[in-house]
């Protein structure tokens, strides 16, 4: 990591720490107020995925506790930054927010020349939930645990095509770790979106794909994938009968996550508010019931403590990015 990144993350640990130290969230006529008209939410993905449900679901929530609309705004392109853009150069008043994710962490150093630095530009909210992701395979392939897999990609070196939902996304990323922690050679196949590359790897025009759990179950069930390993620190409720990597390759741990981001300068007393929502929905079980039909598992927290996570992340995907020669497109 560069001079550069390190002293970022430093301010931004710094930043983020300082909010602990305030205190909790005093109720200013500034929170009490708020809202006071429409808020959007920026999804910078397509309507459908991840990011698009769990904005919806969450601006729902807020909808209902605190009387106003919440939309949810897709603004797609640019694996997610064209919607950062938008949220980071929006008066920082609280009424325009970002359903954050793992491409917000990976751009910093997948992409050059963006027009925003995501650290500095950027107040942590919230988190809201971490998705399991699963090391799926077309079942020709004559593997059938985390181990083989990788003895088999090192004795085909370039011979093993590996699918994404495109490049910078969750699941590329995970692969790409994998890839950097077991020195394997696959080779990255790219797809726009988790839908297409899961059609390919059914049809075997792609051996192995890291998918996130949701949608993925009933092929696992009927055989037409095999499912090796969750990519979380330990086993995950969607599939709990599936060891995690990091059981044979030490330190692999990687989820897809999802949180709330407002520009910065943002009040900390509406930051406050907001988070006090958030974390009050997904301890609520009739949302958690919800956020777990699409493998979401809670991830409640202060503010500094969602700021700390995209932190870390910032740091770890920069190693991938570099290690892997990694481009955007």
Known sequence: MTIHRQIQRRQFLQLTAA??????????????????????????????????????????????????????????????????????????????????????????????????????????????????????????????????????????????????????????????????????????????????ALTDLLGGEVQVLFATAPGTTDYIASGRLRALAVTTAARAEVAPELPPVGDFVPGYETSQWYGMCAPAKTSADIIGKLNREINAAIADARMKARLAAIGGEPLPGTPADFGKLIAEETEKWAKVVQAGGLKPD
Not at 39 to 67: H, P, S, Y
């Open 19 to 196: 909010g602990l130290a305030a205190p909790a969230f005093p109720h200013s006529a500034v929170a009490e107020d708020y809202p006071s008209r429409p808020v959007r939410i920026v999804a910078g993905f397509a309507a459908g995925g991840g990011v698009d449900i769990t904005a919806r679901l969450i601006g729902q929530w807020l909808n209902e506790r605190l009387g106003q609309s919440f939309v949810v705004e897709n603004r797609t392109g640019a694996g997610g930054n064209i919607g950062t853009e938008a949220v980071v150069g929006a008066a920082p008043d609280g009424y325009t927010l970002l359903l954050a994710t793992v491409p917000n962490a990976v751009n910093a150093a997948l992409y050059n020349n963006l027009k925003f630095n995501f650290i500095r530009d950027i107040a942590p909210v919230a988190g809201i939930i971490r998705v399991p992701m699963i090391i799926l395979l077309h079942p020709t392939m004559p593997v059938k645990t985390v181990p083989e897999l990788i003895a088999y990609a090192k004795a085909n070196p370039g011979k093993v095509n590996m699918a994404s939902a495109g490049n910078g996304s969750a699941p590329h990323m995970a692969g790409e770790l994998f890839k950097m922690m077991t020195g394997v050679n696959m080779v990255h196949v790219p797809y726009r979106g988790q839908g297409p």
